[in-house]
């Protein structure tokens, strides 16, 4: 007869921690502390309930997984020759380069709970760890239309993110074929 043996690898029953859940104009922000590993992606779940539980997890609504770059915008850092990372709220700092981020696009109103799982080697850590992956208390979320936030203002020119998804709202029609995307725009003010 065969003998099976489960091994666990080393510093993979991990979580994220720190989890934190911001909703306004229409979309939930998420920010969680990433992990060290770099072949780490995260998968985010919302639910009406408490996901406090690994049947309570099942039962969520997946909304879509982000690798542990999510802060960075790629795109700015390109164009600018530096690097750049998200800001969410106009006004705050850019998030610093170990801050997962996911926004959520709000479809209906109502309280959400929110889980953060671990993606390593194609298998999903669903541990949870309330208050620290997964929240304890219920963010509002309201339908609205979304607005765009602030990233910097440079001279004469402002730049800008708007993040799109693949949901529809009651506001906004699905925008992309994948949940959480970022988009910069820049307004360039021209002279008299």
């Not at 802060?71 to 709220?89: D, K, L, M, Y």
């Not at 929240?135 to 239309?145: L, W």
């Not at 709202?169 to 988009?183: E, F």
């Amino acid at each position: 007869a065969a003998t099976l043996f489960l091994v666990q690898q080393a510093g993979f029953s991990q979580q994220v921690d720190g989890l934190i859940a911001n909703s306004r104009n229409g979309q939930t922000f998420l920010t969680w502390n990433e992990l060290a590993n770099p072949n780490t992606k995260y998968r985010i779940y919302r639910s009406p309930v408490p996901i406090n539980t690994v049947n309570r997890l099942q039962a969520s609504d997946f909304l879509g997984e982000v690798d542990n770059v999510s802060s960075w915008n790629e795109r700015r850092s390109i164009a600018e020759g530096v690097p750049h990372n998200w800001v969410i709220q106009s006004g705050d700092p850019e998030l610093d380069e170990f801050t997962g981020l996911f926004v959520a696009a709000i479809e209906v109103a109502g309280d959400a709970w929110f889980a953060v799982t671990t993606l390593q080697g194609g298998v999903e850590d669903r541990t949870l760890v309330l208050g620290e992956n997964a929240t304890v208390t219920p963010t509002q979320e309201i339908p609205a239309p979304t607005q765009a936030i602030l990233q910097a203002s440079i001279s004469d020119t402002e730049i800008w993110a708007h993040w799109t998804s693949d949901r529809d709202t009651l506001h906004t029609p699905h925008q992309s074929l994948w949940s959480s995307r970022g988009h910069n725009f820049r307004i360039s003010r021209g002279s008299d």
